[in-house]
């Protein structure tokens, strides 16, 4: 997945600005992809040379200009392309098992500690998740109301049903992750 592809995702929806976008990608109860601000201007640029999305500098105030952007026929297509192709599972690269991995060298309370942690965060996360898809499902998210307004209305409960279905994914990520949490504790309790 790519940083391209998550913004051809969310102008899809509706033209944003870079702030916007930025602002976006931050305020997403931890949405499925992350982009830091440093990210998004240089890939916008890169993304309007090769004509996946347009900008229209817009004025604002007396002398500030923002550039607005949308998507164009070919980010469409690109989108449209990328979607439906198959991909390579990423690599593992999971820091927080490959910190589990090495439990054995540290002393029992401070491996605890770093799991009570890990398993607070998910707890955390089921709970960020869970609000999302519920406000997916009720079609109540700012996104998902302006990308149903170019959709068919007889389309809207199935697209927002699979918009909530990957935040269920998620969700069920973080529940594993915190059965193993916990099992882990216990194993850490264990006599030795």
Do not use: C
Request: net charge neutral; proline share 4%; glycine share 4%.
């Amino acid at each position: 997945m790519s940083l391209q592809h998550a913004l051809l995702g969310v102008l899809e929806a509706r033209p944003m600005n870079g702030y916007e976008l930025t602002r976006f990608f931050e305020a997403a109860p931890r949405w499925v992809w992350s982009a830091p601000h440093s990210q998004i201007y240089p890939t916008l640029r890169q993304m309007e040379q090769a004509g996946l999305i347009e900008g229209q500098k817009e004025i604002r105030g007396t002398k500030l200009t923002r550039t607005v952007y949308s998507i164009t026929d070919r980010g469409l297509e690109e989108l449209r392309a990328w979607t439906g192709t198959d991909h390579a599972a990423p690599p593992v690269r999971d820091a927080f098992f490959l910190q589990a991995l090495f439990f054995d060298m540290i002393d029992q309370d401070r491996a605890a500690s770093v799991l009570k942690t890990h398993l607070a965060e998910q707890e955390q996360l089921i709970a960020e998740w869970g609000a999302h898809r519920d406000a997916l499902l009720a079609k109540d998210t700012d996104l998902l109301k302006e990308r149903l307004k170019s959709r068919p209305p007889a389309e809207h409960d199935r697209i927002a049903r699979l918009k909530a279905h990957v935040f269920a994914g998620q969700i069920a990520v973080a529940r594993a992750r915190a059965d193993w949490a916990r099992e882990s504790l216990r194993i850490l309790s264990e006599d030795t």
